[in-house]
């Protein structure tokens, strides 16, 4: 097991996230397939990293379209920052073979153009399980722990464009 010295000057991981805004201004939450059924906390938002050479916001179409099968989206927002989180250490060495100590994203609030019919879990690599539209207030008590700081800052800074 990596020491947390080692973990320390691990580099994070460069990704993006969407917050999917529908037309009553929900947020599109998805259950991760890996969780356990009975785990309450195993929602998020589409998130993936950046590919080489692409730029964040051609990263977050393409990481929609991957995730939910659609990208029936216009982008209205970016955050102002870059926003990490860290992966409790016991996950480091399983998450990407040990390569990160967590992730650095680059979040982009999209507004949904397409109908529920258009979202499809059955993609290539299906990442979800199932799926829902949610307040986004509610997202942080929704999201596993170690993303809820994470989470709390997306509302934070966020807020208005639900409001």
Wanted: include cysteine; charged fraction near 35%; proline fraction near 6%.
């Amino acid at each position: 097991m990596l020491t947390a010295e080692q973990i320390a000057k691990l580099p994070y991981r460069p990704c993006v996230g969407v917050v999917l805004l529908n037309a009553e201004r929900r947020v599109f939450i998805a259950k991760r397939i890996d969780a356990s059924k009975d785990n309450p906390h195993a929602w998020q938002m589409p998130q993936g990293g950046i590919d080489k050479g692409e730029d964040p916001q051609q990263a977050a179409l393409r990481e929609l379209h991957e995730e939910i099968g659609t990208d029936k989206v216009e982008v209205i927002a970016e955050s102002a920052d870059w926003l990490r989180y860290d992966f409790p250490p016991e996950l480091v060495e399983k998450v990407r073979r040990g390569r990160y100590r967590g992730q650095e994203q680059k979040w982009f609030v999209m507004r949904f153009l397409g109908s529920d019919s258009d979202i499809d879990l059955e993609t290539e690599h299906p990442e979800f399980s199932d799926w829902r539209w949610e307040d986004l207030e509610k997202l942080p008590a929704l999201t596993i722990a170690f993303k809820r700081d994470l989470y709390t800052e997306i509302v934070r800074e966020f807020r208005h464009l639900v409001a």
